[in-house]
């Protein structure tokens, strides 16, 4: 099956395409990446500015093509907080759907926290043990642990470096400390309250960061550049990440993107993504951490690889790929059944773990998109709350 996930978050839509075939990782075929601007576009009362929506329209209309393009199967197309938390999310919602036929859908905080650790998970293997997972987006931060496929803990709270900078951080330079102090205080506490879940967990043997904000910050403290590929041990020091809190906060936002990692989309607010994840390490006592490449997206592929392999008929995993080849001995009287969603049906963990019952998201099959600039074909597969 050759699926495309289409993430759109504050900063940019994100199209991921790859092929599941049980037994086997996801194999990657292509990506297409578009830029939102959600996070700067979005005011203190939470409403989308116009703008940003027709950006989000053209991106989605631009990643539709690119799917297409590349025959995938079906397409899972979702929002992160950004449009999540919307004030005006429903009309940023309908007007996507008009326009490109798309209907993004959006999980919880605790469903990305979820998917995320499953793809930490899938990337260091079991000798990983006992984990404990970040992630820092735009609007939220995930949290997630535990030793086995599925986290024991996964959660969500409010801290994401976009919202933090827009409700806590004045738009002059240099950020004086004063603000960055109370910036800091506000994050400790509501870590604090957060992570009580935690406490009975045992010692992680493990300490994970995911996504863009923790790939910067271990970049601008010395991890090796992204040409150096996925596999390149990149981690992140908290006393390194402390000493550049106050440099941060004395550049602008053009002086920040002349720094090693950061962007210029995301300098506006890389003070703020900078104080969350040194604060959080320090309330959860983490000296280092080790920066992972997969996240949310890989998370959705394997959930559905997931799914794929409990859709098999009884025997021996069918190794085959989408060209028919032959991946690992499968037996060949093997079959997968359609790799096509039933509607509600149940995506994560078997249905008879704990996870699965508690699990909040699922996916169902919707008509093709019939948008203005829909062609009309694209299967979809949303998620739904």
């Known amino acids: 099956m050759r699926l495309g996930v289409l993430d759109v978050g504050s900063q940019s839509a994100h199209l991921c395409i790859a092929d599941l075939a049980p037994g086997c990782p996801p194999e990657p075929v292509t990506s297409f990446k578009r830029a939102v601007r959600l996070a700067v576009a979005t005011d203190r009362h939470g409403v989308i500015e116009p703008e940003a929506v ?20 079906a397409m ?23 326009a490109t036929g798309v209907r993004l859908t959006f999980m919880t905080g605790e469903e990305e926290a979820r998917l995320t650790y499953l793809a930490a998970r899938g990337w260091y293997g079991w000798s990983a043990g006992e984990m404990l997972l970040l992630d820092i987006g735009g609007g939220s931060m995930e949290i997630a642990c535990g030793s086995r496929a599925e986290p024991a803990v996964a959660l969500s709270v409010p801290l994401g470096a976009g919202r933090l900078t827009r409700h806590h951080l004045p738009d002059t330079t240099p950020v004086r400390k004063r603000d960055v102090k109370a910036l800091r205080q506000f994050v400790r506490s509501v870590i604090s309250e957060t992570v009580e879940e935690l406490r009975d967990r045992p010692e992680p043997l493990t300490r994970v960061g995911t996504s863009r904000t923790f790939a910067q910050l ?61 604060t959080a390490m ?18 959705v592929l394997l959930d559905r690889l997931r799914a794929l392999e409990a859709d098999l ?32 049906a149940s995506v994560g963990a078997p ?19 019939r948008g203005r600039h829909g062609p009309g074909r694209l299967h979809t597969v949303p998620w739904t709350s």
């Open 54 to 73: 027709k950006r989000v329209v053209a991106a989605v209309t631009e990643a539709v093509a690119v799917a297409e393009a590349h025959g995938i199967d």
């Open 76 to 98: 899972v197309p979702f929002a992160t907080s950004a449009i999540r938390d919307a004030a005006n999310r429903p009309a940023v919602l309908a007007e996507v759907e008009d």
């Open 218 to 278: 271990a970049r601008l403290t010395g991890a090796p550049k992204a040409k150096a590929g996925p596999y390149a041990e990149r981690v992140l020091d908290r006393r390194r990440l402390r000493a550049w809190v106050p440099r941060l906060a004395a550049r602008s936002d053009a002086e920040r993107a002349r720094l090693r990692g950061i962007s210029a989309a995301r300098a506006h607010q890389a003070l703020a993504g900078a104080v969350v994840a040194e």
């Open 282 to 299: 320090e309330v959860l006592g983490i000296e280092r951490l080790r920066v992972c490449p997969w996240a949310l997206r890989e998370g």
């Open 313 to 344: 008929a009884p025997g021996r995993v069918d190794r085959r790929g989408r060209d028919g080849e032959e991946r690992g001995g499968a037996d060949p009287g093997a079959t997968m059944t359609s790799a096509n969603v039933s509607a509600g």
């Open 351 to 369: 249905a008879n773990s704990s996870a699965a019952a508690s699990a909040s998201a699922s996916v169902r099959a919707l008509p093709a998109g």
